[in-house]
């Protein structure tokens, strides 16, 4: 009796022992197949994004991304593929330092006035892709911030609704209640104050506004520095795993940099290692003038000598930690 229940016993475990692994094996089927389709994805996407371009003074060639300090700049374009006329309508400069694990930003104000090269002569920031493309912006941001622009990531503005919707939306946290108008559509919507959920229409719309911001563009580049890390925080998060396969699809049609293929997975990485990281955010000061009655921004000299030196001492690893209260530029975020 005992020895038909003992062997009765064995055969249940043996049964779900062979469950366990068949579940087990299945599992690790289904994974495998979708990390072969992000590495599919991610192939095909990156053999379409990677336009070969060395910025003047850049590094490039003696970079090692995760643990050499770098630079990406990062440009929003109008009618980035549709019209050879399009404007640079976002423009951040991302410094980064993964020794001293620390994260600059600065976001440069699209009326901006600067001496564009390929022109020869000065004009806002915003009108310089459309006069030579990436690398007129590049060259006109670095006629402003004398640090090496080592890479650069432009999207336009399909890409980044594309992007938002492929997600299943981002929440971000209102600062006030404004209207704003639709791309498309062209209908009002109103953002109001507190967390809300924004599909891609409604989040390239949030971002964009800057006329009812009481900050101007100050107010317009932190809802965007919000918006991107909203973006990030989605992308990364364990839901939406199945869901990044759509992402970098739709990532080949409206994105292009000049980070290899080979290094992609090295930005990945690096960024990973510290998307926790303290983000100074920079801040370009300057005042309002008309000129020939146009208005525009013009950079405060002081201003930019002291991002130049924060930015060199980043790239450089000296670097020291500081605070709004004691640097003129820094606000530190979370």
């Known amino acids: 009796m005992n020895t038909r229940k003992s062997t009765r016993k064995r055969k249940k475990k ?7 692994l068949l579940l087990f094996l299945l599992l690790i089927g289904g994974v495998g197949a979708f990390g072969y389709n992000i590495y599919s994805e991610t192939k095909k996407a990156s053999d379409k994004i990677y336009e ?31 019209d050879e006329k399009g404007r640079s309508d976002v423009v951040m400069l991302l410094t980064v330092n993964p020794k001293t694990n620390k994260v600059y930003l600065l976001s440069i104000p699209r009326d901006t006035r600067v001496y564009i090269p390929s022109e020869g002569r000065k004009d806002k920031i ?28 432009t999207t336009d503005f399909e890409g980044f609704q594309k992007v938002v919707d492929s997600l299943g939306g981002i929440t971000v946290d209102v600062p006030f209640t404004f209207k704003a108008q639709l791309t498309g559509s062209l209908k009002w919507h109103t953002f109001y104050k507190g967390k809300q959920e924004l599909n891609g229409n409604e989040a390239l719309a949030y971002v964009r506004m800057r006329k009812s911001d009481p900050r101007g563009d100050f107010g317009r580049n932190e809802r965007q520095k919000q918006v991107i890390r909203a973006i990030i925080d989605k992308s990364t998060s364990i839901t939406s795993l199945p869901k990044l396969d759509d992402v970098i699809a739709d990532l080949g049609d409206h994105v292009r940099t000049n980070i290899p293929p080979s290094d992609l997975l090295s930005f990945i990485y690096v960024y990973q290692k510290m998307k926790n990281a303290d983000v100074e955010n920079l801040h370009l000061k300057g005042y309002d003038e008309t000129i020939d009655g146009v208005y525009y921004y013009i950079p405060d000299e002081q201003s930019v000598s002291s991002i130049n030196e924060t930015l060199h001492q980043a790239l450089t690893g000296t670097d020291t930690s500081f605070t709004q209260h004691d640097h003129p530029l820094g606000q530190r975020t979370n």
Do not use: C, W
């Open 126 to 153: 915003t009108h310089s892709y459309s006069y030579g493309g990436i690398q007129s912006t590049i060259e006109a941001v670095n006629e402003l911030i004398d640090v090496p622009i080592d890479y650069y990531i």
């Open 14 to 20: 043996k049964r779900l022992r062979r469950f366990v």
């Open 52 to 82: 070969a371009l060395k910025p003047p003074g850049s590094r490039t060639d003696h970079i090692e991304m995760r643990k050499d300090p770098f630079t990406v700049l990062l440009v929003g374009v109008e009618n980035q593929y549709h």
